[in-house]
């Protein structure tokens, strides 16, 4: 099988696990896994489509600057220089992005902080961090609507091979050295957010409840 073959496989396999989680609301979301290296091509999701939907014209072939490799009508992703800009600054070889309304509210409430931080967490091992006292701090950075800005705002937190960014109020884009890694690093994320999210509404539960206890 040719390694475009493979990669059309690998990235329909997580599409259909995204899926069956319900993260396309809307037709919201985009995934991407490099092909190649110098001169580099990668596979986008195609624009505009239903993600929950599988179809022969999911994902098309694109170069270093998004555009289309070769003749075809697909529509690479709206947001396909953000996944050129990983792909530019880092090893990485799978890029995730999803719209949650985990990761939308995590990111609206921890915004104006420019990051959320996560500690004594189990899920952060996700992230290769096994110290005890690991800490992980995820960016967060303003939903511009001009695609090039957003971009190159995204270019700035790529640091590692494997990582994650939120976009306030629109989605969070991850990426990891391969599939495997970039669906692993995107689910310990959404664990984290809706974790923090559960914690929160509980100890404002019960504030409330000993609140009343004490009037
Ligand atoms: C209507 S969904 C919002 C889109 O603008 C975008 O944020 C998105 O995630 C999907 O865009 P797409 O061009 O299909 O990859
Ligand atoms: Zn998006």
Redesign the pocket.
């Known amino acids: 099988m040719s390694v475009v073959l493979t990669r059309v496989h690998e990235l329909a396999e997580i599409k259909e696990e995204l899926a069956a989680r319900d993260w396309f609301m809307?037709?919201?979301?985009?995934l991407a896994i490099k092909v190649q290296d110098s001169p580099l091509q990668f596979l986008v999701?195609a624009?505009?489509?239903d993600k929950r939907k599988k179809t022969k014209e999911d994902f098309l072939l694109v170069d270093g600057e998004g555009n289309p490799v070769g003749a075809t009508q697909l529509k690479p992703?709206?947001?396909t220089l953000l996944h050129c800009e990983i792909y530019k600054r880092s090893k990485a070889g799978c890029s995730l992005?999803v719209?949650t309304v985990a990761n939308n509210v995590i990111s609206e409430l921890y915004g104006d902080a420019g990051k959320i931080v996560f500690q004594g967490q189990e899920l952060i091992k996700a992230f290769d961090r096994w110290e005890e006292d690991a800490e992980l701090q995820i960016p967060i950075i303003y939903n511009y609507a001009h695609i090039p800005t957003l971009a190159s705002t995204l270019g700035d937190f790529v640091k590692e091979d494997k990582g994650a960014v939120l976009i306030r109020n629109?989605?969070i884009t991850v990426w990891g050295k391969d599939g495997f890694e970039a669906k692993k690093i995107l689910e310990a994320c959404e664990f984290l957010f809706q974790y923090q999210l559960a914690l929160i509404q509980a100890k404002a539960g019960l504030l409330a409840s000993t609140g009343a206890l004490n009037n």
Not at 26 to 30: A, D, E, Q, Y
């Open positions: 809307g037709t919201s979301g985009n999701t624009s505009g489509k992703s709206a947001e992005h719209h629109h989605g």
